[in-house]
């Protein structure tokens, strides 16, 4: 039987699935979203700001 032929469209290259840059904007983007939940659990049990308070 003779061998099949490589395809070398889906053979890996060797380099990163993910690219650095995105990696360190996916970092941030969670980095920033966690920041603002922590700033309103802070603003809320110090009582500046009140959930549903009119």
């Known amino acids: 039987m003779p061998d099949l032929p490589s395809h ?3 053979e ?7 690219a650095g840059g995105s990696r360190r ?4 983007a ?3 979203v966690a ?3 922590v ?3 802070v603003l ?3 009582g500046v700001i009140e959930m549903g308070g009119h």
């Open 30 to 32: 969670i980095a920033a």
């Open 35 to 37: 920041a603002v939940v």
């Open 25 to 28: 904007r996916r970092l941030l």
């Open 44 to 46: 809320h049990l110090t």
């Open 8 to 10: 070398p469209d889906t």
């Open 12 to 18: 890996r290259g060797g380099g990163p699935a993910i």
């Open 39 to 41: 700033l309103v659990v």
